[in-house]
């Protein structure tokens, strides 16, 4: 069991993996923004150990300096511009928060005695366009948006701080994840929010953007399982996908939720939905991950969708 450090746990992904951690009996300490709410609100009543709350904005020096001086036995850092859309927006923004920012603190939380084991949560979308099948660690990263600019950034600089200082920085490569609770600024939350709107109102034409895109999508809660996983097995300094191997078009998912909404819906293409720069094909390669620690997905993308679609409606 280990005290973890769990950064930008208010977020989506942050919340399954505190839950996740604590059902696995351990301590978390979660960085949260000010004006988040708190665990205790969000956390399911359940036994298990006590959840700290240190309240910090991590684009702020002071706050990146005072969390920099916690002294966790393991850390995930999650926090991050995480949205492309937004990152497009404030390119030099998310290259502070997402690189410049998370550097300074690993750094900071680098350089005890004891330094914790660090994982670092990067995106599958660093290796960029080009590939038609599942992509390997091995593949050169060629980011083509801020968002994976930045995460590229980071990537580097870790890298480097790893060589110098002896700093045991795993990295995590996730690719597309989803499931409920996510955001409408992400593709399939969006697409289910649109289909049971569409059958509210009875209108048959879904708005959608571009629906021929390639992605490997796994759920949020197999996500989390692979990072506590790298936590303990993965070997420091070195970068894996966190991925399924398999990949799936938007035009099938669209499909797929319209039946689990209850609703023959027709897409039709948005010019404001599309995406700058898209990726055709991005589907990683989990043959590392799976070698190092043992894991496979065990919820199937139906039950992902499912799971989307009821959390919604209600």
Not at 106 to 135: C, M, N
Not at 224 to 242: D, K, T
Not at 281 to 294: C, F, M, N, S
Request: charged share 20%; net charge neutral; hydrophobic share 45%.
């Amino acid at each position: 069991m280990m005290r973890l450090l769990v950064t930008g746990a208010d977020g989506f992904v942050g919340q399954h993996l505190v839950r996740a951690a604590r059902g696995a009996g351990n301590s978390v300490i979660a960085t949260i923004l000010p004006d988040a709410a708190p665990p205790s609100e969000w956390l399911e009543r359940q036994a298990g150990p006590a959840v700290d709350v240190v309240r910090a904005d991590l684009s702020v020096a002071a706050d990146v300096k005072r969390t920099g001086e916690l002294r966790p036995d393991a850390v995930v850092h999650l926090a991050a511009i995480a949205s492309g859309a937004a990152a497009r927006q404030d390119p030099a923004g998310a290259m502070q928060f997402n690189s410049t920012a998370a550097v300074t603190l690993i750094k900071a939380l680098g350089s005890s005695a004891r330094p914790p084991r660090i994982l670092f949560v990067s995106t599958g979308e660093v290796y960029g366009p080009g590939h038609k099948g599942p992509i390997s660690e091995v593949s050169p990263m060629d980011p083509v948006s801020p968002y994976a600019t930045s995460k590229a950034a980071a990537e580097d600089a870790l890298e480097n701080l790893g060589r110098v200082n002896g700093l045991p920085v795993i990295v995590a490569r996730a690719f597309p994840h989803t499931g409920p609770g996510q955001s409408t600024a992400y593709v399939l939350p969006a697409l289910a929010a649109r289909l049971l709107e569409a059958r509210r109102t009875g209108q048959r034409e879904v708005p959608v953007g571009n629906l021929d895109a390639v992605r490997d999508f796994l759920d949020v809660r197999d996500v989390v399982r692979a990072y506590l996983f790298l936590l303990e097995m993965g070997e420091a300094g070195s970068r894996y996908n966190v991925a399924s191997g398999v990949g799936r078009r938007l035009r099938d998912c669209f499909t797929l939720l319209a039946e689990m909404v209850g609703i023959d819906a027709e897409p039709r293409q948005d010019a404001s939905l599309l995406r700058p720069a898209d990726i055709p094909v991005l589907i990683g390669d989990p043959a590392k991950l799976r070698h190092a620690t043992a894991w496979s997905p065990q919820i199937s993308f139906e039950r992902t969708l499912q799971d989307l679609v009821n959390a919604q409606a209600h």
